[in-house]
């Protein structure tokens, strides 16, 4: 098998890696996948670079065990508040009598346009154009080999914390793996999950994690729309810990045995007594998965206000669909479509060959879709762009350098 490439999951309560590559028929095939507890990172920040850096060599080593072969073009994620989506626009001027735009020009406007709001604190992610406008004629989709006299470009531009991205491409790096891209979670998992239809009639996608939540929309083939926000399952398990006063490790486990926001979870009455915290809890369902549901209600009106800030975000929208470990939770789809009003579309990850429990389980989707991703771009770049390669290979080597110098 050959193009070897590794999607890496760095998420707050997991780290899941995907080892993938090319069949001699063309198809991607999923080789390997290895689950390690998180540890280090907090809502997507590094808290403990070694210990982060332990829980990718053991996520990346179970893959690389299961698939006989090293991973190798590492495709990483990136989440966390500071991620941002921005709409930019850049103009540049081609000639006073006007000329023949060629592809140098787009991608001088691209490069332009991207870097308008970046500041020393702050770089680039991902940008895709939603649209350029040659001599005042908006609505071009393709400038390529227009003629005009300037070159306008609204792009949508997502960036991040430098140290932000530095820290994760460190771990990544230092574990002794070649890190290739890093991206958003979500735009490498809609890329995955969404067909054309659904990225052209507009789709709100949902990646609810541990400690964060994303949120993307897409509309006339495009994404036009991307927050994150410091939500998650996590959060869930923070009010059970809080109401019966155990440990968070403990509610966790609480939580994963008998908790649920379905219609019938909210009814059906079970006592469970669990020997926790070197005591006696007794767990009433009725009243646990209330608590959760009251819960699950604020943290969707937090994303509610995020989402409302999008021209593109109504409730008549055709569909979404949720992603992301958080959202195995037992009546959290039934939860989001009540409260959205917009019908759920289910997923699986399709055009890929994997053991079936992959393709439509959150807990791998984001690695297998990172892999993809990776793959992906290098068959065919298209319209979109990421840091690429030669980014992080510089900025790694300028952080090296620094460490070397200090220490």
Known sequence: MRNIMTGLDIGTSKICAAIAGVSPDGKIEIRGIGLAEAKGINKGFVSSLDKLIDSVSTAVKAAEDEAGVKAHNVVTNISGSSVAGKLNEGLVHLSRRGR??????INGAIETTKNISLTLERDFLYCVPQEFVVDDNAGVEDALGLFGTKLKVRLYVITALATHIQNISKAVSYAGYELTDIVPTLVASASCILRDEHKENGTLVIDMGGGITELAIYKNGMLRFFDSV????????????AHFKISFESAEMIKRKCAGISKEDLSKEKKSIFDVDNRHVTVNSIIINNLLKERFEEIFYILNDRLKSSEFFSDSMPAFMVTGGSSLLSGAHESFEDL??????????EEIDADPSYLSNPVYSAAISLAKYGLDKEKKPGRTYSRGKSF?????????AFLDDYF
Do not use: H, Q, Y
């Open 230 to 241: 410091n939500v998650g399952g996590m959060d869930l398990t923070a009010s059970l810990s």
């Open 392 to 400: 992080l290979l510089d900025s790694v080597s300028r952080m090296r």
């Open 100 to 105: 023949e735009i060629t592809r140098r020009d």
């Open 340 to 349: 959205l009003n917009i019908p759920i579309k289910r997923w699986r990850i």
